[in-house]
């Protein structure tokens, strides 16, 4: 009779839980807010009871348990306290404008304490579409293959993940464009080192990044 759903908005990357009466065809918004929810759900076998997850870039994933109202919902773990001691930094949405006037979107991780009237370096790091993973929490940690976002945002990098818009058969030039196009915003606002700006990518984004490094000197 009833569904327990997990919602996304596309837009600002929001996330919670629905409920969804499946006899009249109403749904409700249980909790809802700038964080990533768990897509698994736990519920206990006897009773309402519900336990789950949720996470941003500085927030770690503790458990959190509940009943179905989501009335109250406590958490009851505290698994990475040493976390209290290290400059996390900040991520956000970031949008601009293509040269086409195409609206376009990305990441942008800001450094703790940034101060939008100093001139940072900065990584470009992108992989197709990533802007959906927002609300990730970014434990820093080694990758075989691209960059963490916490240990560069604490070394004082701002990192830019634009999302690339793809038309089919150009993704080189699609991804020249959008990165580029992104990249040149960002120097607008004052707030980058325009000499000191890296670009990183593995695999389909290694491909691209090659590619884009034969048109430009920028990087």
């Known amino acids: 009779e009833k569904l327990l759903l ?3 908005n596309e837009e600002n990357k929001s996330s919670g839980y629905t409920a969804l009466n499946l006899k009249n065809k109403k ?15 736990l519920k206990a076998k006897n009773n309402a009871r519900i336990a789950f997850t949720k996470q941003s870039f500085d927030l770690f994933p503790d458990l959190i348990v509940t009943d179905l109202t989501f009335v109250n919902p406590r958490r009851i773990t505290k698994a990475n306290p040493q976390q209290e001691a290290y400059a996390w930094g900040q991520i956000e949405l970031y949008e601009w404008t293509s040269e086409t006037g195409e609206k376009m979107t990305g990441m942008l991780a800001k450094p703790y304490g940034f101060d939008a009237s100093k001139k940072y370096p900065m990584i470009v790091n992108f992989y197709e579409q990533s802007s959906d993973r927002l609300h990730r929490h970014a434990a820093p940690y080694p990758h075989r293959s691209t960059i963490n976002y916490s240990f560069y945002t604490n070394q004082g990098y701002l990192i830019f993940n634009p999302d690339i818009l793809y038309t089919e058969g150009t993704p080189g030039n699609n991804a020249f464009t959008t990165v580029m196009s992104g990249v040149e915003s960002l120097i607008e606002k004052g707030h980058v080192a325009k000499d000191r700006i890296g670009l990183q990518g593995h695999s389909w984004g290694g491909y691209q990044v090659a590619h884009i490094i034969t048109k430009t000197d920028l990087f």
Do not use: E, M, P
Request: net charge positive; proline share 0%.
């Open 6 to 8: 997990r919602h996304f």
């Open 27 to 41: 749904s409700r918004q249980l909790i809802g807010s700038d964080h990533q929810y768990a897509s698994r759900v």
